[in-house]
C-alpha cells in the first residue's frame, strides 16, 4: 500500500531524528524552558521578522487552536470560521468544549471572505435581540484552508482591515503554513504574517516533525499569561525541549521550505496527471492536497494499491478523494502513481 | 401604544396574582420543597398522565433548556436542533457555554424531520473520521416553534420512534405549549407528550405567569439528580412556592387552556384579516404568532400606533414582522388593529 | 411552627406586592429594558452615590454571583474566597461549573484579611512552578458573611487598597446588605460601597422582595457587555420589570433599612436572651443570623415549635443552630421565643 | 551542573529511541489506529492481565487526568483528591476548566485514607443543604503520590472497597507507576491494579519515554467514546504510532521495571547518605522521589554543582528539597553527589 491519505503517516525528516539523537542524553530544565527551545524561539521571531512577538511550542494542531481561541474570547463571544473550518467540523468539539460557539460562515471551498466577516459582524448588531445571541469575538482562517485552496495577499490584507476595524483578532491556523507558503500561486511570505494576523501558528506535525507546533503571537495584548493557557489545557510538554530541538532542526537551514516545495510540486504533478485525463478537481488546490473526483470503479482499482481520503460523493457514480503529499512522499511512489492513472483512465 | 410584540408584556393573570396575595405571608420552607409545590407537581403529573415522570419547577426558558440538556450530555456530544431553534440562536450560546454544540439542522419553518435527525446521525457514523466529531447526543424541538407551526402528532411519533431507535433522548421547548394545544389545527394533546418524548417542558412565563417553567422529565435514566443541576445553573428560586402557587393557579381551573385559546383565535382574527386583504404569511401558523410580510409604508403607518417584532425583510419594499398575542390581548385592541388594517392595506 | 431557619420564609412585603398588582396590568418591553427598571437603575445609582457606576437586576443570588465572576475571570484564573464563602460550599459548584477554581482561605468567622490575601498572591508568584497552578484572579467577599459577621470600614478599606494594588477586582456578596447595614456595629455606609469595591450587589430575595438581586459595577473596565453574561446564565428576566418595581418599592421610600434594622434588633433580642443563660455564640454576629451553640436535649425542645437551621455539632451533647429573622419575623413570635428560652433554660 | 530536580531532564531511553529511528519511514494510519499501538495495547492488557481493560495513550498526565476525569464525571459533580494531589495543586486548574471542584481532603504525605473518602460521603448526604452542595463523585489517589509515598496493597483493597460500596469510581495516577511497583516496600503487582480500581495509568513521560502516557480503563461502564473524549482534550496524536512504538520499545522486555528499578536504588542510596547525617525526611519516601530537610547554607553549597526542587521551608534557617532521580541518573553522578553529601554535612 502506497499512502496518500494524508501528510502524517511517517515519523520525522531524518534531520529532525538526528538531533533528537544527537541531544538525547542532556539534561535541561522542563516546559520548554530550555535553551533550545529558547534558541528556537528567537530563530522563528527572526525568521518571521517578528521581534516583538511571542512564540510559543504546543504538541497537536487542535490543541493550538483551541487553547489560543479561549484565551482570546470572552465568554458570551464565539470565533467567527468558514462552515468547513477544523475547528468546525474535525475536532469533537473542542472550541465548544471550552464554552465558545463557533459561528459558522458559508463556504465552498474553504475561505471565507471580508465582506462575510463584516456582515457577520453588521447582522449582530443591527439584531434587535443582539443581546441574545453569541456577540462575535474573532476570526479563525486556516493557510491553506483545509481544502488546499489559498488567500490571496490582497484578500488577507482585505480582511485583516476589516478584523482591525471591528476589533476582532484575526488567527491563522497554519498547520500546513509551509506548503502554502511554497505554492506557486501563493504570493504572502513568512515575514508578511506580522503584520497580517494577530496570531498565526507555524504546523510541525504535518511538515516533517514528530509533532508540535509553534504559535506567534503578534499583538501584545493577547500575549499575557499565555503559558497558564497552554499548562491548562494539555499542552506543555514535561521534556519541552524536544520541540525548541525539531524546530531548530527545521528552520535553522532552508529545511522546511526544502521539503514543503517537493510535497508542493508532486501534489500538483498529481493533479496535472489527473485533469490531463479530463478528471476535474473538487477545489482549486495548489498545495500538497488534491481532490479529485473521480468515478467510483476507477477509485476501486486505485484503492488497491494506494491509499487517499474519502471526501464526499459528487453523485450517484462519482466521488471526490484527497491525495496528500508530504516532506516524505517519494518520488518514485508518485510515478507510479501517474503510470497507473494513464492506465486506468 | 398597543403592544403586540411578544406574549410577555404585562404581568400575570390576575388569578395568579390573587393566589401570591393570599399566600404571600404563609411561611414555607425553601427551594421548591414547600406543599404548594408538593401539589402542583402531583397536579401536573395527573394532568400530564405521568405518575412516573419527574416535574421541577424553574424560572426561565433558557435556563430550562440549558440545565436539562446540559444534565444529558456527555462532554463530547451536541444536541441536534433546527437552525432556527431558540437554543442555536437566542440563549447568547447557553448551551455552548455548558461545553456542547448545537448541531444546527436546516429548517425553513422551524421544524425538522425524523429523516433529518437520522441522516444526521448517519452521516456522523459513516464517517471515517466520527471520533473527531461531534457525536449527535440528543434532540430538542419546539411546540410550537419559533415560527408559530406545529408538528402533527404523526410527525412527532415518528420522531420519537427514530430518537429511540437511536438512543438520542428528544426534549421538546415548550415555552409556549398551551398556545399549541389550543389551536384549532393540533391533535396533539398533553397526556400524549408522556409518550411522545424524554422531557418537555410546560412554559409558564409566556402562558399568564410572572415567570417559570415546568419541566416534565418522563425518561427515568435521566431524572436522577437533576435538583444539583438546577442549584448549579442557579435556576432554584430560594423562595420555591411562588412557582408552585402560580402552576396551582393555571392549573387547578382550566384556566391554561382557557387562555391559550382566547390568544390563539384573537391570532388568527389578525391572520385571516391580513389574508383577506391578500398579505401573505412568513410561516403557516396557527397558534399566538404571526408572521405577515408587509409593504414597508404599511409597516410604518401601522408602528405610529401598534408594536410588533422585526423578523426580516423579504424584498427590497417588503417585510416579515411578528404579531403576538397572549392571555393577556384585549378584545378590543385587535378589533382596532384589524379597522387599521382594513383602512391601510 | 414558628420558622427561623432562614429569611426567605414568606412572600414579598405587602408595599412591593401592592405594586406590582398596581401595574399588572401595564404594558412594558421585556428583559429589564423597561421604564421601571431604568427609575430603579437610577434611583439605586443616586442613593449609592454611584453616578458612573452600572445597575444591573438578576433572579437569584448564586446567579449573580457566578455571572459576575465568570464575567472577570480568565480562564486559568480562579477566585480567592473565605472556605466558608457561599461560592465555595453552597452553590453546587456553580462557580467551577464556569471553569475556574475557589481559591479558599482558611476562616473562622466568615472573614478573611487583608494580609490572608496579599499572602496568598505571594504564594502563587514566589512559586517555581506559578504557571503549574491557578492564578488569583479576584477576591470574593460576603457583607456579612454568611456567619453574620461583619467587617469594619477600616478592615474593608485595608482589603481593597491590597486588591486595588494588586490589581485583583474586589467583590462583595450582598445578600444581606441591608441586614449590614443596619447593624449596630456596623461603620459602612450604602454610599461606601462605590469607593471600596469593583463591584457588590444589593440583595433583594433575603430582604423583602419576592426574588431579585441588584448589582452595582464600579470598575468601568468590568460593566462591558454584561447584559450577554446575564443572558447566557440565565438570568435575563422576560417580565424584567418585575425586578424594577419589586426594587422601586424597596428603595423610593426608607423600607429596606426600616425592614433590615427591624430583622436586626430582634436578631440581637434573641442572642440577649440567649446569653443572659450563659449560651455562647459561635459566631459574634450583630446581624439577623445568630448562632447560639445549645444542648441537643433543649434544641429537641424548641424544635417542637421553632424550625432554624442546623449548623454544626460542636461536641456530643452541644450543637450549633441558626435562628434567622427577617423583615416579616413577627414580634409576637420572637417574644414567645424568648419566654420559651426562659422557661426550657 | 547535575541534575536531580525532576524524572524528565532528558529524552528517551536509548532502546527507545533506537526503535523510534528504525520504524521511522515506514507508513501506518493515524491517531494510534496503527499496528504498532494495537500491539502495544495488546501487550499492556496481557501484562497487566486485564483482558476486558481498554487501553488509550495519551502524551501527557496533566491531559490524562483531565480526559478521564471530565469522561467520568456529571456535571454537579467533583473529584475528592488528597490536598496535595497534582490536579489540585499543579495543572493550572485543568480540572475546574472541565467543570468540576477539586474536593480537597487534608493530606500530610500525598495519601488519603478509606476512611477520609467515606467521611467525605457521608458528611455530604448528611448534610441538609446537600444538593446546594458539589457531590462526590469519584476518588482520585496517585500511586506513588507526588511526596513519594506508596499506599500498601492492604490499603489499596481497602479504599476500593469504599468506592464500590459507594458507587465512587477509584482512578490512579500512575505518572509515576514503575518507581512504585519497584520499591523495595511496595507490594503490588502490575497485575493487581486491574482488580484495584476502575482505572489507572502507566506513565510513560517520567519513565523513559520521550512522552507518553497510558490509560488502562478497567470498569467496562466507563469505556464507551473515550476516544471522542481524547480528541476533544487534545490528546490525539496524529502520529499516534509515536505512543504505541514507545510503549513496544518499554513493555516488550523488562525495560519498564529495570529502568524504574535502578532509579529508586539511587534515590534510596542518597537517603541513605542523608539520613547517615542525621538529616531527616520530610515524606518517608521509598521511590525515586526523596524529600531532605537541609539546613539553608548547606543548600546553598549543594546548589553549585546540583539541581534539586524547592519544596518547602520548614523553619527560619532549613528548606525541604525533593532529589529525584531517574532511569537516566548516572551511578557516578549519584556517587558525587553522596561524597559531597560526606564533605558538606
Not at 465548544?96 to 448588531?125: F, P
Not at 501584545?220 to 499569561?225: E, H, I, M, T, Y
Request: aromatic share 10%; net charge negative.
Amino acid at each position: 500500500m502506497i499512502r496518500f491519505e494524508c501528510d502524517y503517516a511517517e515519523g520525522a525528516h531524518p534531520k529532525i531524528m538526528e538531533k533528537l539523537m544527537r541531544t538525547n542524553m542532556e539534561q535541561t530544565i522542563g516546559y520548554s524552558e530550555d535553551k533550545y527551545c529558547d534558541e528556537a524561539r528567537e530563530l522563528l521571531k527572526k525568521l518571521c521578522n517578528a521581534p516583538s512577538s511571542d512564540v510559543h511550542f504546543l504538541v497537536g494542531g487542535t490543541q493550538t487552536n483551541t487553547t489560543f481561541i479561549a484565551s482570546v474570547l470572552r465568554p458570551y463571544q464565539g470565533v467567527i470560521s468558514a462552515s468547513t473550518g477544523h475547528i468546525n467540523v474535525h475536532e469533537t468539539g473542542a472550541i465548544e468544549s471550552t464554552g465558545h460557539k463557533v459561528i459558522a460562515l458559508e463556504s465552498k471551498d474553504g475561505k471565507i471572505s471580508a465582506k462575510q466577516v463584516r456582515d457577520c459582524y453588521l447582522n449582530h448588531y443591527n439584531d434587535e435581540s443582539y443581546e441574545h445571541m453569541v456577540q462575535p469575538g474573532m476570526v479563525y482562517i486556516s493557510f491553506p484552508t483545509e481544502n488546499g485552496t489559498l488567500y490571496s495577499k490582497s484578500e488577507l490584507v482585505e480582511m485583516y482591515n476589516v478584523c482591525k476595524e471591528l476589533d476582532l483578532p484575526l488567527y491563522i491556523d497554519g498547520a500546513r503554513l509551509g506548503y502554502g507558503i511554497n505554492s506557486p500561486k501563493n504570493d504572502i511570505k513568512l515575514t508578511d504574517f506580522v503584520d497580517l494576523c494577530d496570531a498565526f501558528y507555524i504546523g510541525g506535525t504535518k511538515e516533517g516533525m514528530l509533532f508540535g507546533e509553534a504559535i506567534v503571537i503578534n499583538n501584545p495584548n493577547l500575549q499575557k499569561d499565555f503559558r497558564y493557557m497552554i499548562k491548562q489545557k494539555g499542552g506543555m510538554l514535561a521534556k519541552g525541549r524536544l520541540l525548541g530541538i525539531q524546530y531548530l532542526a527545521l528552520f535553522e537551514s532552508d529545511l522546511y521550505n526544502k521539503i514543503s516545495l517537493h510535497a508542493d510540486n508532486l501534489a500538483l504533478k498529481i493533479r496535472a496527471a489527473f485533469e490531463e485525463k479530463g478528471i476535474s478537481m473538487l477545489y482549486d488546490s495548489y498545495t500538497n492536497q488534491q481532490y479529485p473526483i473521480l468515478p467510483n470503479d476507477v477509485l476501486k482499482k486505485l484503492a488497491k494499491k494506494y491509499s487517499y481520503s474519502s471526501w464526499c460523493s459528487t453523485d450517484k457514480n462519482n466521488s471526490a478523494v484527497r491525495f496528500c503529499t508530504s516532506w516524505a512522499t517519494k518520488r518514485e511512489d508518485v510515478d507510479e502513481l501517474l503510470k497507473d492513472i494513464n492506465t486506468i483512465l
